[in-house]
């Protein structure tokens, strides 16, 4: 019988390996490996499972890796320093000098700046296209192109990808995908399962969920992710053996998590929806009853002044990222979209009135009631 979710987040994962049959697994903090004698270490080479180096590979990365493997329900995955390196692994297990990728035109900034100012000047060349126009990113196809690359729900207006889709396309013109599964975490999509090549974690955001650690994953099918690996140990972007252990730490609740805050999120939707100095309100509605991730991103009405409302918050903290347990406030146009030049700003809708909410796991009437008064205690 295959375990459902909520059973395999804790018994499918996270496996303590060793003979000390400690209940929590150990962390194997250390930076190379010990050997007895030549032949022990020629064994190494011979892939005898021991480790060798802590870059190249450790326990606790190892498992991190392979528990969002389990999640996602693909064969293999590897840890990284960050949710960048992880794409950057993905990509570049797919992506050399001289080919070309298409890209959803609302990625995440970090993403949308490696492919645009690094990967450019490493001869991979990104077209950003709409990827809610299935005939402009089939335009947007080259001889060239390798890769799809796109993201399960963006950010700031949670947009949802049709993946079916993307991945048709790719399979017709015979190219990989690489989809970024950060905002809606293998708890409401598996996308492996959905046919997708790569699937890209920050586990930064929910797969750690505790705001303590920066880290994360990529996952698909073993050859892919041997490449990844690859990329990962020969350009230093491996993950730290307690960033990982912490990581995992942080995993075993993520169904937990991700019920409540999804369903937490889904109130607020609501409640903002009928709140009549909000002028909107963008969230999944239609997907999932009980919510669709945790994120929900408002525009306020012209009547609401925006520095006031930050500073009406209460114990809801400004923090420019998303994802923990407690509930947060993100600014947009100030922050993550910075960059962007005014004309984009406007064309996506960035305005000054847009907030990124990241709703945690506190009382649902209290968050709810948090963002009412700070509404109201910011009325012009
Ligand atoms: C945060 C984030 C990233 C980057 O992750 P880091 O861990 O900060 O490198 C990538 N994609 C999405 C959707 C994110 O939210």
Redesign the pocket.
Known sequence: MAERFETLVLHGTCKVKGNIKSKAAPIYQTSAFTFGDLDELEGFYHGEGNYLYSRVGNPNTDELGAAVAALEGAPAGVAA???????LAGILAVAKNGDHIVAAED??G??YHMLKAELSGLGIETTFVSFKDLKSIEGAITEKTKLLYT?S???PFLRVENVEEVVKIAKKHGIYTLV?N??ATPYHCRLFLEGVDLV??????YIGGHSDV???VIVGGAELIDKARARIVNLGLNLSPFEAWLTCRGLKTLALRMKAQSENAKELAESLRDNRNVRKVYYPFERGEKGYGAVVTVELGQEVDIHRFFRSLGWVKIVP???GVVTSVSHPLKTSHRALPPEAQEELGITMSVVRISVGIENSGDIIGQFDKAIEMALI
């Open positions: 320093s960050s949710g960048l390196s992880a794409i990625v995440y970090g993403s993201e729900i963006t950010n970024d950060t905002f890209a974690h920050s586990a930064t955001k920066t880290a994360g990222t998303l994802a």
